[in-house]
């Protein structure tokens, strides 16, 4: 796990829990055998909705029991040096949700982050976040919030941190498609209705993928995810070449070699689907 945080790598790091169980978690001494965690900044408990949170049961599943999540918060806050934080989903009752956000606040949770859909609403474009019931949990804690929802471009984070409060923003399916988010740059699929606006760039989602790979080269994950990456990272491009995303498919065994000739293949069929900045973020974009 972490080799990189293993042998003193990385700094300011987020290490992230999904669910230890109680008993994992009944004393400071079980999580501090792992030696990593002195080279963590935070400790990082999820609320996954996904389908394997809930066979396992964890994740937004704890919902169901909150004594056992107030627990595990307790558990690992007085435990632990280094803060912990939390992720939450919003319940379908906004008292649910803020009572929720305090109770994880006297646990000893030191940072919150709230994604403004309830555990069943897991289809991020068919329905919205709610950003009202992010702002009634900022106003109810004292400790700082996060923000997820609804952020498919930089300036849906501007938009967000001001009608929520939040001191900050997170996202997770538009950044597999586009790294570069936070950097200013959107996809083609936000440009409609703000072509005056937005300057197609140099960057485009194939040198995000390179530079994916290199560092999957320097620090290994399954191919499993690798594979996944690339889908996202390239899709635009593979619907409008195809049979390049049927090869894909068809290798059993990846290699580096093989995703970095998609690259070059996807190159060599004129392919190129650029990313695009705003002017008011041309001046803060990302450089590879």
Known sequence: ??????????????????????????????????????????????????????????????????PLVKS???????????PVSCKIRIFPDLQDTINYA?????????LLAVHGRTRDEKDGKKFRADWKA??????????????NGNIRHIEDVWQCMEETGAEGVLSAEPLLENPALFAGYRTSEWVLGHEEICKAEELDQAQLLVEYLNFCEKHPVPWRMIRSHVHKLLGDWFRIHPHVREDLNKQSKLTFEFLYGI?????????????????????NTYVA
């Open 134 to 147: 992010i702002k009634a949990v900022r106003e109810a804690v004292r400790i700082p919030v996060l923000a």
């Open 263 to 283: 690259v070059d293949r996807l190159r060599e069929l004129n392919a190129r689907i650029p990313l695009f900045v705003t002017d008011d973020n041309r001046n």
């Open 102 to 110: 305090k109770m994880l606040e006297e646990a000893g949770c030191a």
């Open 1 to 66: 796990m972490a080799p990189g945080l293993k042998h003193g790598q990385t700094v300011g790091r987020v290490l992230q829990l999904m669910y230890l169980g109680p008993h994992a978690c009944n004393t400071s001494g079980y999580m501090l055998k792992f030696t990593i965690i002195q080279q963590v900044a935070v400790v990082h408990s999820n609320r996954c909705p996904q389908r394997i949170a809930k066979r396992g049961y964890y994740g937004a599943f704890l919902m169901d029991n909150l």
């Open 72 to 82: 595990l918060v307790e558990k690992l806050a007085n435990g632990l040096n280094v």
